[in-house]
């Protein structure tokens, strides 16, 4: 009698997470039993999120990741709650849902967020100077809401609505002219609402947004806002986001993804609504540069990035990443500046049932560098 033996490198090894390395630890055994038996999965990271030139930025991000039915005939749903302050000059809510229904026939995502904060702009354009810095106080309400209704397989349509509540709006600017905040006239005033209805198509083949290993993700969405919906100004948007993921090997996590989106702005542009820097949809673009420190009318952004298992467990992983941002200019309306980033950075899986890491990423920019430590991969 003879047997087969699989040889290792096409056997899955189990995974492991935190969470199995602190149950073993203290051996608590039916915690074990009951954490797999539960239908919803949280993890957290109540820890800095950036440490941006000196300037800590706490966060304590959550995540509930579930699903609404057979986990064979739907995708993983999943929540994020992220409290955040550096404890004197922002502090805020955010939510951000992502809801499949049983059987994909629905998917809804929103971005609630109750924001103050102090955000540094320099002003629009990609040739910039950090010596025209200019601090805007503000805070804001958010209402992001979107329904999309499956017309084929892995493609929705749907519409929304958008609004965006920014009051008690003020500046502070050291130079002896004008500041570019001020000469750009429309959204500067103590208070501006945007608020406008959302049209858009998408196309989600990823079983699980959190962490995708394959599949694509493409949405095109524009928004309208206008005065009879109660916005100060009219203008509109267009914003083409397009991922995709490919898996190289069947026994551990090995991905290449790639990112690419567009996202224009269009008539009477309010400034606190301009795209710029780690202001998509996402709020997870642009590595290696501070928020908001690239601002114009329309945004071009790429970004790929190779993640890899370093543990064969999957306990521990990396990713080499590199990304580039443009914009264009006020005065030629033209896409004339690239602004390249590179990094590199380490996976922790936090929980395996989710897939979710907690990722801690150094970027290299021109004339800039940041550390970012996120719950969940940032694309």
């Known amino acids: 009698?003879?047997?087969?033996?699989?040889?290792?490198?096409?056997?899955?090894?189990?995974?492991?997470?935190?969470?199995?390395?602190?149950?073993?630890?203290?051996?608590?055994?039916?915690?074990?039993?009951?954490?797999?038996?539960?239908?919803?999965?949280?993890?957290?990271?109540?820890?800095?999120?950036?440490?941006?030139?000196?300037?800590?930025?706490?966060?304590?991000?959550?995540?509930?990741?579930?699903?609404?039915?057979?986990?064979?005939?739907?995708?993983?749903?999943?929540?994020?709650?992220i409290p955040y302050t550096n404890f004197y000059s922002r502090i805020g809510f955010i939510i951000n849902p992502n809801i499949w229904t049983n059987g994909k026939l629905w998917n809804l995502t929103g971005d609630f967020r109750i924001i103050h904060n102090d955000l540094r702009t320099y002003g629009l354009g990609g040739n910039t100077s950090k010596e025209n810095q200019d601090q805007i106080n503000h805070q804001f309400i958010r209402i992001y809401l979107t329904g999309n209704h499956r017309v084929d397989g892995p493609f929705y349509a749907g519409v929304g609505y958008n609004l965006d509540d920014f009051y008690n709006v003020s500046e502070i600017w050291s130079g002896s002219n004008q500041s570019n905040f001020s000469k750009y006239g429309i959204g500067t005033g103590r208070k501006t609402v945007s608020s406008g209805i959302t049209f858009d198509l998408l196309w989600d083949s990823r079983k699980n947004s959190i962490n995708p290993e394959n599949g694509v993700y493409s949405i095109l969405l524009y928004r309208l806002n206008t005065r009879w919906l109660g916005s100060d100004y009219t203008w509109a948007s267009i914003y083409f986001d397009n991922r995709k993921y490919f898996s190289f090997s069947d026994t551990r996590h090995e991905v290449l993804g790639f990112r690419l989106f567009y996202w224009g702005s269009y008539g009477d542009v309010p400034y606190l609504n301009l795209p710029g820097t780690t202001l998509d949809l996402s709020a997870r673009s642009g590595r290696g540069y501070s928020v908001a420190r690239y601002l114009g009318k329309q945004e071009l952004y790429a970004e790929t990035e190779y993640r890899f298992d370093i543990a064969r467990n999957g306990l521990w992983g990396g990713v080499l990443f590199s990304d580039a941002q443009t914009y264009t200019e006020p005065v030629s309306h033209q896409f004339e500046y690239i602004l390249p980033a590179i990094g590199a950075g380490v996976r922790l899986k936090f929980n395996k049932k989710s897939n979710t890491n907690i990722s801690f990423d150094m970027a290299f920019g021109k004339n800039s560098f940041q550390l970012h430590l996120n719950l969940g991969e940032l694309f």
């Open 1 to 81: 009698m003879t047997y087969a033996q699989q040889h290792p490198d096409t056997v899955r090894t189990p995974r492991k997470d935190i969470i199995d390395v602190l149950l073993k630890l203290t051996r608590w055994d039916k915690l074990y039993k009951k954490r797999n038996s539960r239908k919803i999965s949280f993890s957290l990271i109540p820890i800095p999120s950036a440490l941006v030139g000196g300037d800590e930025f706490i966060v304590s991000s959550i995540n509930a990741a579930f699903y609404l039915g057979d986990s064979s005939s739907t995708n993983l749903s999943n929540i994020y709650f």
